[in-house]
């Protein structure tokens, strides 16, 4: 069964750093991009970032280019989204998902078809 668990969230006060991790389980991580999206209260779902399958290549939002890093390590099954300079504007429910490459997934479009739970991110002072 394809499951992503999200974990790193927590309040943090603007110009901070957090480390989000999507821990993938039910299937090897080799042949998905990872995408990251956040929702902030009254807000549509936003897409964060991408990672290709092999981690060579990244597409960020205009809005953290600079700021957040996506990473992974396929052997340990699990994706990174390095946030630092955190804004207040950052807040929201952070989720990872998963597009396979036999269904033409790609970066940053997709598609995702399997999600997580999310985790939230506060940036408050």
């Keep these: 069964q394809l499951q992503l668990v999200e974990s ?3 309040l943090v006060q603007p110009g901070g750093s957090l480390r989000l991790s999507c821990e993938v389980s ?7 991009v990872i995408g ?9 779902r936003e897409a964060v970032s991408c990672i ?22 396929n052997a340990k099954n699990t994706v990174y989204l390095q946030m630092d300079s955190l804004k207040l504007e950052d807040t929201a429910i952070y989720y990872c998902a998963a597009g396979h490459l036999l269904y033409g997934s790609s970066c940053p479009l997709g598609p995702f078809g399997t999600w997580g739970q999310g985790t939230q991110v506060t940036v408050s002072s």
Excluded: I
């Design 8 to 10: 790193g969230g927590g």
């Design 26 to 32: 039910g299937f090897t991580l080799d042949y998905y």
């Design 36 to 44: 990251w999206f956040r929702q902030a209260p009254g807000k549509e």
């Design 52 to 73: 290709s399958s092999s981690g060579a290549s990244t597409n960020y939002a205009d809005s953290v280019k600079g700021r957040f890093t996506t990473s992974r390590v």
